[in-house]
């Protein structure tokens, strides 16, 4: 095992721009909703999950991520029309993970003596996650644009 249980995981977000699009040019935009280039620019912040109105998801106010890259495209969006996709190779400090297989959307951080939330494979998940409550559990590490 890594220091710190570190692992590879995709996530998917929305693409309010066309970074990527032009392999020259991978400069962040400053838009307040492009989350892909806040992320590539300030990395994760938890603070904006909670803030961003939008209803919890299986595991609480957490960033996620996974194993299965088309889990996070499902969730790799554009905003303005391209042939392009992107998502983000991230690197998650999965530390002590508490295995769940079922929601608990009230989370708002991991069960005590545990750092990480791993969504298992069962009841209703069809792909794995791994979700964290702490900004500097997770990093964006690769910026990967597909079709
Ligand atoms: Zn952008």
Known sequence: MSP????????GTKRFCKIGDDPDDASPCDHPNCALCSILSSSFQVGKVKSS???????????????????????????????????????????????????????????????????????????????VYDDDAIRPSWLVVYQ
């Open 4 to 11: 710190g249980n570190e692992r590879r995981r995709w996530h």
């Open 53 to 131: 109105g939008r209803k919890f998801s299986r595991f609480g106010a957490g960033i996620y991520a996974s194993s299965v890259s088309s889990k996070a495209d499902d969730y790799s969006t554009n905003v303005r029309q391209s042939s392009y996709k992107a998502m983000l190779l991230t690197t998650v400090v999965v530390g002590r993970g508490y295995k769940l297989t079922r929601d608990k959307k009230s989370l708002t951080c991991p069960p005590e003596g545990y750092h990480s939330v791993l969504g298992e494979v069962g009841d209703t998940l069809n792909y794995d996650e791994v979700v």
